[in-house]
């Protein structure tokens, strides 16, 4: 069973700065990736940023502004936002692509979500 945990998110003013961290736990016996994703109301679940063998991808909305990192020890995940916007206003999900078993195929795992708000 794999669980992921995410750090609370929050209330910040526009150009404020919130760090999201996502730490794996359980029986994993691989991480291929992790990222993060956003949803705002109405609209669907989006790509925010993701890293897979060390390489990082953004989307563009986010570039310049979000950092994702890995502490590949802790299997945690990590998403600093600075210059936010009231756009970035959303559940925030951070995604595993976990292995459950050492033979088995990677698996997508999601956090429970957290509330980021950006507005003065």
């Known amino acids: 069973q794999v669980q992921l945990v995410e750090s609370a998110g929050g209330l910040v003013q526009p150009g404020g700065s919130l760090t999201l961290s996502c730490v794996a736990s359980?029986?994993?016996?691989?991480?291929?990736?992790m990222g993060w994703y956003r949803q705002a109301p109405g609209k669907e679940r989006e790509l925010v940023a993701s890293?897979?063998?060390?390489?990082?991808n953004y989307s563009d909305s986010v570039k310049g502004r979000f950092t994702i990192s890995r502490d590949y020890a802790k299997n945690t995940v990590y998403l600093q936002m600075n210059n936010l916007e009231p756009e970035d206003t959303a559940v925030y999900y951070c995604?595993?692509?976990?292995?459950?078993?050492?033979?088995?195929?990677?698996?997508?795992?999601w956090g429970q979500g957290t509330q980021v708000t950006v507005s003065s």
């Open positions: 359980g029986t994993i016996f691989g991480i291929n990736a």
């Open positions: 995604n595993v692509e976990g292995k459950p078993r050492i033979f088995s195929d990677y698996v997508d795992y």
């Open positions: 890293i897979r063998g060390g390489r990082t």
